[in-house]
């Protein structure tokens, strides 16, 4: 950041009065400009025993598969955020279901929360940001496709809870990946 919102001044990395962590603050109006992590809400979209996974057709991991999932927007809750992301993407409808799993990613400032979410109608279709939808029952997934940590986690609990029956809330964090040393 490099110019106040508020009055349109240079704004300074700083430890303001009375807080603890360094803020960009407007030298001119003092408004201070706190910048929190983004929130991501998602579902996994049963339909029998499958579920909807879309194949990004954006970056990052573009090509990949992935659960719907996005942006939270301001004005919605979780659960409007999540069944709009599965509609967007997908041009699915669900029910949106239990919270299911809750990841914090504190290098990249984000929490992905993900609910299960049931297929009001079985239909569904690539939205503007995906190249193609489809169910995938558990031996189709394709694990080493997935675009990200949190989904492949996600599904691994998901189909270990459905094999005992019991789905439970998991929550976690996802460290990044650690770089190779360099050579001599």
């Known amino acids: 950041m490099k110019f106040c919102s508020n009055c349109g001044a240079t704004v300074e990395l700083r430890v303001p009065e009375g807080d603890s962590l360094p803020r960009f603050v407007c030298g001119k109006c003092d408004v201070i400009h706190y910048q929190n992590p983004r929130m991501i809400v998602g579902c996994i979209p049963e339909w029998e025993d499958k579920i909807l996974l879309c ?84 031996r189709e997934i394709p694990w080493e496709k997935l675009a990200f940590a949190t989904v492949r986690n996600t599904l691994r609990q998901y189909y270990t809870d459905r094999a005992v029956g019991d789905y439970q809330f998991h929550m976690g964090t996802i460290e990044p990946l650690a770089r190779p040393a360099a050579g001599p």
Do not use: C, K
């Open 55 to 138: 194949r990004r057709a954006i970056e990052p991991r573009y090509g990949l598969w992935t659960v719907p999932a996005g942006f939270m927007e301001n004005g919605e809750t979780t659960y409007q955020g999540a069944a709009r992301e599965t509609l967007e993407e997908a041009n699915a409808r669900v029910e949106v279901g239990q919270l299911y799993a809750l990841y914090n990613i504190p290098h990249i400032n984000q929490v992905y929360i993900l609910f299960r979410a049931r297929l009001l109608d079985g239909e569904f279709s690539a939205g503007a940001e995906t190249l193609e939808t489809a169910l995938f029952d558990e």
